[in-house]
């Protein structure tokens, strides 16, 4: 088998975030707000649950099904934003919305304030975007691969933390939902830029 250096990607991806878990159009989601730096890059799994179909004459499977599937985003927010924090931990991420509050009363004068308690049992659903490298970029051109996805929900454990020698960071892990609407791309699309 040949090889084709040009197939092995290397690099960072950016991660943007939408209010909208419905939006219609990948254009609309273009304009969805950049999270900001991450670390460790991002990584996007596929987590198949298969089923073996037993039968007494073989004493093994026969036959496998896949029972259930499981699609998740992870990464780690590098940028100690309060509204990076609201992302991490599922609450409303947009300054003088729901949950982050510009000079909220008692809190003083330029001020940010992020107001976290009891959730509705319902989390909030996000429209997510990562942009990085595909096949065949290069210093003189750069391809990107995108990956579109419309109903993202931040639902991984997640800690603030604030050390001397270290980087306050947000981990955050998204569980990815189908839209039963978007027939044979529910998870969402992966586009490589030719």
Same mark, same amino acid.
């Given at each position: ?61 026969? +036959?496998?099904?896949? !029972?259930?599937?499981?699609? =998740?985003?992870?990464?780690?927010? /590098? &940028? $100690? %934003? ?67 996805? +419309?109903?993202?929900? !931040?639902?991984?454990?997640? =800690?603030?933390?604030?050390?001397? /020698? &270290? $980087? %306050? ?26």
């Amino acid at each position: 088998m040949a090889v084709n250096v040009a197939n092995i990607v290397v690099g960072e991806a950016t991660i943007k975030l939408g209010p909208s878990a419905n939006a219609t159009t990948i254009a609309a989601m273009d304009n969805f707000a950049d999270v900001g730096a991450t670390q460790n890059g991002v990584e996007i799994s596929w987590e198949p649950d298969i089923v073996d179909i037993e039968i007494d004459q073989y004493g093994d499977a026969a +036959k496998l099904i896949q !029972s259930k599937v499981k699609v =998740m985003v992870k990464t780690t927010l /590098a &940028e $100690a %934003t309060l509204n990076n924090l609201a992302i991490a931990w599922n609450y409303d991420d947009v300054t003088d919305g729901e949950d982050i509050k510009a000079n909220f009363a008692g809190s003083g004068a330029n001020t940010n304030t992020f107001l976290f308690g009891s959730q509705n049992v319902y989390p909030r659903e996000k429209g997510l975007v990562i942009v990085g490298s595909a096949p065949g970029s290069s210093a003189a051109a750069v391809k990107t691969r995108s990956y579109y996805t +419309k109903r993202a929900v !931040s639902m991984e454990s997640s =800690m603030i933390s604030m050390k001397r /020698a &270290e $980087a %306050t960071m947000f981990a955050v892990g998204f569980r990815i939902l189908p839209k039963t609407e978007d027939t044979n791309y529910e998870y969402g699309k992966i586009i490589d830029q030719q």
